[in-house]
């Protein structure tokens, strides 16, 4: 009886939410153009799968948050004036995030079953494979660059073009440009940003509107195309992030619901705060709160709504083209490196290490630092103060090395030309604290951030300097301590407690 009552509430709430998705400002012509993008989805059933959906993630209780018990306290940092808008700014501004899966994804009517079932269907799919399963055939991915009014700007052909060749260098996965090929994607100027997921067959529409011309977002709609989710959506992301759902308006909650193991294979690879798949942790609020918060805040907040693929997620989009069977044998890797499936006696390193086993610092600039007993004093920094907003980072690597069995204490002491935004993506500093060096370290770009203090697990602490605007520079000083001393790191961010990870 209560399951039929809730039944009747839920359809009762999904009638309110599809009679009030709205288009935003679009006009009939642009809402045609949308629909027409959908391919062969059946545009009925989604949007009702999608206000279904809606209105369930709307009906439900929310628990109460108790700040300071459930989750750290965070003063939110001042953005940048300079700050751009997220994907989900983006296609909540221009009207078609109600008509998308969390926010920017097309489903295809198969993936609507399986992922959005209606009652009472989600037991009979709950044996089927590993989702989502569309790869591409033959690792190779055909894409053609649509003409006319839909041709994408210049700007979005080109951060289409570094995405595509960013993906491609850290996979096995090959990128070819064509008008003819069955299937392929069409990059067109749709409005916002979305994209299929996986291939889905025939042509499939991957837009990149105003707002959509960075290589955050082109890397990020592209990892759709080729098969991922969101980070924020996987199966096992309450154990690494808090989502408080009271402070996310009710028509978007639905955009934080979790895939289910059977949708959402990650191959044993780790949750990544610095994913391009994942979303920052305040962009759909309102009050300028954080609702969805790193459990290691406040060191890693400013990781989430990276710009940079996370060399985690390169390592699973390889496991999951089954890239690694391409390489039997070959190089020794280091530092957590994987062998390279394009060169099998060579490495693809994670970020600050370099070199055919991963056990070199990157050519170029940056520094290679020998931390001593007493503290030094130096400037980490990429970019040039005259540079204008640029397509691609500029990246400086640095690489402190104590003595064997100490650790390394690291002190910020001025973040200056720097701006001020989550995930960093206009630039900052990024510092490989855990032994771990897979992980994307821990990210800074606020002034605000001045004296937080760092001490390290390991000795070898690699440090990455990224920019795509100006120069932003970041003086620390740094010594090595006894490995007694526990790894911890504090900032002035969070109210009386130190964050030991
Ligand atoms: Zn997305």
């Known amino acids: 009886m209560q399951q ?62 108790r700040p300071g018990v459930d989750e ?54 709950k044996r089927q494979a590993q989702w989502p399963a569309e790869l591409w055939a033959g690792r190779t991915v055909y894409y053609t660059f649509a003409t006319g009014a839909a041709a ?39 409005d916002g940003c979305y994209s299929n997921v996986g291939m889905t067959g025939g042509v ?13 977002h082109a890397a990020h709609e592209l990892g759709h195309a080729l098969g991922f989710w969101h980070t924020q959506s996987r199966w096992d992301r309450d154990t690494f992030l808090n989502v408080i759902l009271a402070r996310i308006p009710a028509q978007w909650r639905d955009q934080f619901s979790k895939e289910t193991s059977a949708t959402n294979h990650n191959y044993g690879v780790t949750y990544d705060y610095g994913s391009i798949m994942h979303y920052d942790g305040r962009e759909l609020s309102s ?20 710009y940079i693929l996370s060399f985690n997620e390169i390592v699973m989009m390889n496991a999951h083209y089954g890239c690694p069977t391409k390489c039997t ?47 030094q004093t130096t400037t980490i920094a990429a970019g040039s103060a005259s540079m204008g907003q640029t397509n691609a980072f500029a990246m400086c690597n640095y690489l402190i090395r104590a003595p064997a069995g100490k650790k390394v204490q690291i002190v910020l002491t001025t973040l200056t030309n720097n701006e001020c935004v989550d995930g960093c993506y206009h630039g900052g ?25 760092i001490v390290s697990q390991g000795n070898v602490v690699p440090i990455i300097a990224f920019s795509r605007l100006n120069r932003p520079t970041t003086t620390i000083t740094y010594k090595w301590v006894e490995a007694t001393v526990v790894s911890t790191v504090t900032t002035a961010k969070i109210a009386g407690t130190k964050i030991t990870y």
Request: charged share 20%; net charge positive.
């Open 204 to 216: 499939q529409d991957l837009s990149l509107g105003d707002g959509c011309e960075t290589i955050g």
């Open 72 to 125: 750290p306290i965070i003063v939110p940092k001042t953005k940048s004036n300079l700050a751009e808008d997220t994907i989900s700014q983006i296609n909540t501004k221009t009207g078609v995030a109600p008509h998308l899966y969390h926010g920017d994804m097309i489903l295809t009517n198969k993936q609507i079953d399986v992922v959005m079932p209606a009652s009472g269907a989600a037991s009979r799919k």
């Open 4 to 65: 039929m009552i809730l039944a009747s509430v839920v359809a009762f709430l999904a009638s309110i939410a599809a009679s009030d998705s709205g288009w935003g400002t679009m006009t009939a012509a642009q809402i045609d153009q949308f629909k027409q993008s959908l391919g062969e989805t059946d545009v009925n059933k989604f949007d009702a799968a999608l206000a279904r959906a809606r209105a369930a993630a709307a009906a439900e209780e929310i628990p109460e948050s």
């Open 287 to 306: 009050t300028n709160q954080y609702y969805a918060l790193t459990k290691l805040a406040p060191t890693y907040q400013d990781n989430i709504g990276s």
């Open 429 to 453: 500093i990024e510092i490989k604290a855990m032994s771990d060096h897979r992980y994307t370290g821990i990210r800074k770009c606020c002034a605000e951030d001045k004296g937080t203090a």
């Open 152 to 190: 994408l700007s210049a700007r979005a052909k080109q951060v289409a073009l570094l995405g595509i060749d960013q993906w491609r260098k850290a996979t096995c996965i090959s990128f070819v440009q064509s008008a003819t090929a069955k299937n392929r994607i069409r990059f067109f100027k749709g």
């Open 329 to 375: 044998s070959g190089a020794t890797c280091l530092n957590g490196g994987i062998r390279n499936p394009r060169a099998c006696n060579q490495c693809l390193c994670p970020s600050g290490w370099a070199g055919t086993q991963c056990a070199a610092r990157p050519a170029g600039c940056g520094a290679a630092l020998t931390a001593t007993a007493a503290a």
